[in-house]
């Protein structure tokens, strides 16, 4: 994979594997969205960003729109696999595994400004766009339903109405911090955003989610005045 180029920088034309192609095409397309908006994303300019040809577009995604919504699935899931990634190195006790699913999505790479303006970029389009709708519904009730997943494991024997409406709330107050946190990064002490995460899940859920320290490095780490 070529390295990214520069904002208007041409990527050189190289031959290379459809994955890879295709990866290349995605991610001109974020680029060029988290830029200027999709009306930024034209045909040509993704070719030129992504170093081939402007037929290649139509060889691997059938449209520009098809494309476009690739784009925006490859961003919605990424930041949720990241969370999922977390899982796989703490240990089987259910709240610590919640509490790092909360965290990693409370930290870099989640937190990102360039995911923020790209996620900023597709919102009108959202309401536009049927099928980019449908995909950015889908990957909300794949995050949520994780999240469900992981609150339900903690044991408390709450009816499935409240779970439901438990992971509802802790996702707007993750997606609010997530927002805040990748557009304005210096207004947060290193690991407060984190923090504030698990104490505001905790509250929803009424589980101390701050007493799995062993996994959640911010948990240690507290600025001047502050308390875990």
Known sequence: ???????????????????????????????LVAE???????VRAIAARAGVTPGLIRHYFGSKDELSRAAYVALVDGMTAKGADALEGVGA?????????????????????????????YLHQVQADP???????????????????????????VPPAQLRQEAIACNAVLDGLWLEGSVLPHGFAPGELVRIGLRSVSAILG?????????????????????A
């Not at 208007?8 to 459809?18: A, F, I, K, L, T």
């Not at 006790?93 to 995911?115: H, M, T």
């Not at 101390?208 to 005045?225: C, K, N, V, W, Y």
């Open 36 to 42: 200027g908006g999709p009306r930024a994303a034209t």
């Open 93 to 121: 006790e259910p709240g610590e595994r919640l509490a790092a699913f909360v965290a990693a999505s409370l930290r870099p790479p989640v937190v990102d400004a360039k995911a923020v303006g790209l996620w900023a970029g």
């Open 131 to 157: 099928g980019l709708l449908a995909q950015h519904e889908a990957g909300y009730l794949r995050y949520r339903d994780r999240l469900q997943e992981l609150i339900g494991e903690l044991g408390r024997q």
């Open 207 to 227: 589980y101390d989610l701050t007493q799995f320290t062993m996994f959640i490095p911010e948990l240690a780490r507290t600025s001047e005045g502050e308390t």
């Open 1 to 31: 994979m070529q390295p990214t180029p520069l904002p208007g920088e041409r990527r050189p034309y190289v031959r290379d594997s459809e994955e890879n192609r295709r990866e290349a095409l995605i991610h001109a397309t974020q680029d």
